[in-house]
């Protein structure tokens, strides 16, 4: 039986990350940020179901929901605790393998990566978000922001400008992050 056991405000106020007391995910974050989309996964697709429910990011411990600015969060609290009492995690559709670096993944992209993986994601994980890579070009490196960080007014200037300087100092001074 998946229970709640803290709940999280994050930067997003739109956005709360709830801990609950099973692992959800091992390596995996999922992101949806509809109903259609998540469709083929019975977690996401359940919370969907909540009215006024307009995002869905979880990984390990913990799921991030993010509302509409017109819903109270009482009106998503009461439903997704009944939903998750009656959840069971083995329902949840298998994880994917871990895409493994090998000799055709750049140095560049494998430091990146690294920094990324020991600095940034830890810490946006805890405010309820995570990260993912989408592409580098050249220096120019683009980032998918998600869950509680998808659609925070800092995570778009602030955050995005951290983590630039971040990759300047550790991988390059050269590199240029931009959201995609």
Not at 46 to 70: A, H, L, P, Q
């Amino acid at each position: 039986m998946l229970k709640i056991e803290d709940v999280d405000l994050t930067p997003n106020p739109q956005a709360l990350k709830f801990v609950v007391n099973e692992t959800l995910l091992k390596f995996e974050a999922r992101n949806f940020t509809n109903k259609d989309e998540a469709i083929e996964d019975s977690l996401a697709s359940g919370i969907f179901d909540i009215e006024g429910v307009k995002s869905v990011f979880y990984m390990e411990n913990f799921i991030t929901v993010e509302k509409d600015k017109e819903t109270g969060w009482g009106n998503i609290q009461k439903p997704l605790i009944s939903l998750l009492d009656n959840f069971e995690v083995s329902s949840i559709p298998a994880e994917k393998d871990v895409p493994e670096l090998n000799e055709k993944t750049s140095e560049l992209v494998q430091k990146i990566n690294e920094v990324l993986d020991v600095k940034v994601r830890p810490a946006l994980a805890g405010d309820g978000g995570g990260l993912r890579l989408v592409s580098v070009s050249g220096k120019i490196v683009t980032i998918h922001y998600q869950g509680a960080c998808g659609s925070c007014p800092s995570a778009i200037n602030g955050t995005l400008r951290a983590i630039e300087g971040l990759l300047q100092r550790d991988v390059d001074p050269s590199i240029r992050v931009i959201a995609g």
